[in-house]
């Protein structure tokens, strides 16, 4: 279903778990866009239990401003399939670590607790479980994948699915509390409905019928529209918040 973003009555109408979309312009290609610095508590959680070698490549700015960061989530969502794409080139361990570190800090700070809960890094994070969900993707058994993933401490499908995403260069899409809310009007994030996500998306291209679009540009201009006034407000209907 499709529902202009402006029509509250017809927003509010949906129940929990009816999918819904909004009605905005999805062939945009556009850069992510967040309207706050999440990124930077994210950084320093992460950079004081990490190696600095795992942060090679970052020009910090600790004071860095909303532009900034939205220059720093590009170049690390650039940079981590670089270095995809050079692990699979030559696989090793350390460049494995780095690129799941890479992708935690750019999921912002929601993602600190495998550096910060329970035992701490390292010892929250297996090598072998995450390189296992990796193979899964590049198998294409996104179920197995999510599930494995899922497996590390302190990670959830929230996280797992932004792995997924980098893994599968971009096809596999975010399931994470925004989407939840958005399409779903749901505030828990659950595996159990990332099936019905990605049938949405996929039945969203056909509908649409807009030339070479992906779930990738779907999900990036839902994610930059979720952050307007009418986004926000959309959000607060489907919760009932």
Do not use: C
């Amino acid at each position: 279903m499709i529902i202009d973003d402006f029509n509250q009555q017809q927003i509010g109408d949906l129940r929990k778990g009816d999918i819904a979309f909004p009605n905005i312009e999805y062939g945009l290609v556009a850069n992510l866009n967040l309207p706050r610095t999440t990124i930077l508590p994210a950084y320093t959680v992460i950079s004081n239990r990490v190696g600095i070698e795992y942060l090679e490549g970052l020009e910090w700015n600790n004071h860095g401003d909303i532009e900034w960061q939205n220059q720093i989530l590009q170049h690390l969502y650039n940079e981590i399939f670089v270095m995809i794409s050079n692990f699979r080139e030559n696989s090793n361990n350390e460049l494995l670590t780095k690129i799941f570190i890479w992708i935690q800090l750019w999921g912002g700070n929601a993602g600190r607790g495998i550096f910060v809960r329970g035992n701490g890094w390292p010892q929250n994070f297996n090598l072998e479980t995450y390189l296992s969900g990796v193979r899964y993707i590049d198998n294409k058994q996104h179920d197995d994948a999510l599930a494995t993933i899922n497996q590390l401490n302190f990670i959830n499908t929230a996280f797992s699915t932004k792995h997924m995403h980098f893994w599968s260069n971009g096809n596999l899409p975010i399931y994470d509390s925004l989407i939840a809310a958005v399409i779903f009007g749901r505030r828990r994030v659950s595996a159990n409905n990332y099936n019905d996500y990605l049938s949405a998306l996929d039945n969203l291209i056909t509908t649409l019928t807009i030339p070479n679009l992906t779930r990738k540009m779907i999900e990036r201009n839902l994610f930059n529209w979720a952050s307007t006034d009418q986004g926000q407000t959309w959000r607060l209907i489907r919760t009932n918040e």
